[in-house]
């Protein structure tokens, strides 16, 4: 009966890691989207290098 609940457990926690990754997965995917549209904009703006989206 324990190595039957450990396994559970073992696979609850991979299920719950494996989701989390995917998530943070989507949302470096969203913040790289977001960047490289900041940096097609900054680009095409005629303003010379004041017109950032963004302060470093």
């Known amino acids: 009966m324990v190595p039957l609940l450990l396994v559970l457990l073992l696979a609850l926690i991979l299920f719950g890691a494996g989701f989390a990754l995917k998530a943070l997965w989507w949302i470096a995917v969203v913040v790289l989207v977001v960047w490289l549209l ?7 703006t005629a303003g010379g290098g004041r017109g950032r989206w963004y302060r470093w």
Do not use: A, K, Y
């Open 38 to 44: 900041g940096f097609v904009m900054r680009s095409t």
